[in-house]
């Protein structure tokens, strides 16, 4: 059994309990504009172009059976339309201006690295985090390593999207030790303008999560000018009072770290420029949320 991964981060604080190994999924079936990990949204390999860190060695002129790199007049070009994506030259680019992003992986080699950290796990009350991309875009890989994980005494939580039949996916949500899900939109033609799907899969399955007795948290990315109004959030929390295991709501504030890489893939980036919103606004949406009476907090 194997998988597309783009990186597996170890010592991972921000994904879940205690230190954890996150491994992030590639592929995705949502196409949130504000991601910041574009390069997990395609299922296959995807080349990123850091022209910026060019040092003009010329390893990838010889190293690429696709002559899609050039020297031309002294300078380092790259045309894209003759990349296979074989990964060739970002093997030799010691610069890290070819950067590939996506690698199949077994679930034993996964495993051979999420051990190393095992005692660390223990004492933390930490674990592996499967997260994306969209782990539920491979299903079967994800439920291959936590069957791994679990049979090495390893907890693991899931962090999703929520988007498939509650049907297709209670069987490995079921088996996590903790789930981490997004709601990011009350209203659904808002969803799907700034998601490319409406919300109502990821609601129906909120309502019936309580049903599998495991632990979990809603987040909602608070983007500006996309999900940061009052209205949204109070309405979000509203849906979430009734839910019995939900351990807590998070605010997340905009991350803007994602912003190089959609220029490396060449992706436009509705966001380009975007700050994270002040902590001040953060606290008044967090005051809003505890109105409702949930268990309520923000990262910033
Ligand atoms: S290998 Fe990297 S640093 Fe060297 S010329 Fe190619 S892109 Fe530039
Ligand atoms: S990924 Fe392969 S085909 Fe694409 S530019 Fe690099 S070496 Fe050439």
């Known amino acids: 059994m194997d998988g597309m991964i783009t990186e597996i981060e170890r010592f991972a604080l921000n994904d879940g309990p205690g230190i954890r190994t ?33 040092i003009r060695c010329y390893k990838c002129v010889y190293a690429c059976p696709s002559k899609a790199h050039k020297r031309i007049d ?27 992003s996506g690698e199949r992986m077994t679930v034993e080699s996964v495993m051979a690295q999420v051990v190393q950290d095992k005692p660390y796990y223990d004492d933390s009350r930490g674990g592996v985090t499967l997260s994306g991309g ?61 998601t490319g799907t409406g919300n109502e899969t990821v609601l129906d399955n909120l309502r019936r999560l309580d049903s599998l007795n495991v632990p979990y948290i809603v987040r909602t990315p608070v983007v500006p000018g996309a999900t940061d109004s009052d209205e ?8 979430l009072k009734p839910c019995r295991n939900l351990t807590y709501y998070e605010l ?17 980036n509705a966001f380009a420029g975007v ?16 109105e409702a009476g949930i268990q309520a907090r923000a990262d910033a």
Not at 75 to 99: S, T
Not at 252 to 268: A, T
Not at 275 to 290: D, I, S, W
């Open 134 to 194: 969209e782990v539920l875009c491979q299903q079967a890989f994800a439920m291959a390593i936590t069957d791994a994980c679990h049979a090495q005494g390893i907890r693991v939580g899931l962090e999703t999207n929520l988007n498939k039949p509650f049907d297709d996916i209670a069987p490995l949500l079921s088996k996590a030790d903790l789930i981490m899900c997004d709601l990011k939109l009350m209203d659904s033609e808002a969803h799907r303008k700034w």
């Open 252 to 268: 997340l504030n905009f991350n803007p770290l994602g912003q190089p890489k959609y220029e490396s893939l060449s992706l436009p």
């Open 232 to 239: 949204n959030i109070a309405a979000i929390a509203a849906f």
């Open 74 to 100: 002294g300078e380092h070009r790259f045309f894209p339309n003759l990349c296979i994506k074989c990964g060739k030259c970002a093997q030799v680019c010691y610069a890290g201006a070819m950067v590939m």
């Open 275 to 290: 700050k994270p919103l002040p902590k001040a606004r953060m606290q008044e949406l967090l005051a809003l949320a505890r």
């Open 22 to 54: 996150t491994i992030f999924f590639k592929g995705c079936d949502m196409r949130c504009a504000w991601c910041h990990n574009p390069e997990t949204i395609h299922g296959g390999r995807d080349l990123h172009d850091y022209a910026r860190n060019c």
